[in-house]
């Protein structure tokens, strides 16, 4: 999720986002909102047998395409700013209709087989989710839409931060701040 989270960050997540869940299970007992576009959202998910932290692009509906990362959601391109460029990688500032983030793109030929994708409607119960590291992210684009019920809650803050090329050291800064 990089340039959003870093390595060594800690997130809050709010279970209680979008669901009332029985304590200690995923098991739903009313649903209280839904995921909206540019959630940054936890998912346990079964077909990568991991857990996710990824950003919700395309809800139930929407018909999403990506041409060389530029992303067109219900026919609408979204706009983009280039932020920096870094060494090997360009910071963007992506557009989404209902909220701003900064995205990665590599600058080199690497992994360029996901930069384009379908296009394809969202189906009912189900979301379109794609990392802030475009170039390198395990996201919809390889597993498939996420369903609602695997959606653990929504995260809009860091509670800490460790820097892993720091000795671990804490990150300062970090600390309780928030996301886009």
């Given at each position: 999720m990089l340039p959003?989270?870093?390595?060594?960050?800690?997130?809050?997540?709010?279970?209680?986002?979008?669901?009332?869940?029985?304590?200690?299970?995923?098991?739903?007992?009313?649903?209280?909102?839904?995921?909206k576009h540019g959630d940054i959202v936890i998912i346990d998910s079964k077909v990568a047998d991991k857990r996710l932290v990824k950003?919700?692009?395309?809800?139930?509906?929407?018909?999403?395409?990506?041409?060389?990362?530029?992303?067109?959601?219900?026919?609408?391109?979204?706009?983009?700013?280039?932020?920096?460029?870094?060494?090997?990688?360009?910071?963007i500032e992506e557009h989404l209709p209902e909220k701003t983030h900064q995205a990665r793109l590599a600058r080199g030929f690497l992994n360029r087989?996901?930069?384009?994708?379908?296009?394809?409607?969202?189906?009912?119960?189900?979301?379109?989710?794609?990392?802030?590291?475009?170039?390198?992210?395990?996201d919809s684009r390889t597993y498939s839409f996420v369903p609602r019920e695997e959606i653990i809650g929504r995260?809009?803050?860091?509670?800490?931060?460790?820097?892993s090329d720091n000795s671990y050291l804490p990150r300062g800064e970090r600390f309780l701040s928030g996301l886009n």
């Open positions: 959003t989270l870093l390595d060594g960050d800690k997130v809050w997540v709010n279970k209680l986002a979008y669901d009332v869940k029985i304590p200690f299970t995923e098991i739903s007992l009313a649903e209280v909102s839904d995921p950003r919700i692009i395309g809800i139930p509906g929407d018909t999403i395409y990506m041409q060389n990362n530029a992303l067109i959601i219900n026919g609408v391109a979204a706009d983009y700013e280039v932020l920096s460029r870094e060494g090997s990688s360009i910071i087989r996901g930069r384009s994708y379908g296009p394809s409607v969202v189906p009912d119960d189900q979301y379109f989710v794609l990392g802030d590291n475009r170039d390198n992210s395990a995260s809009s803050s860091v509670v800490f931060s460790l820097d």
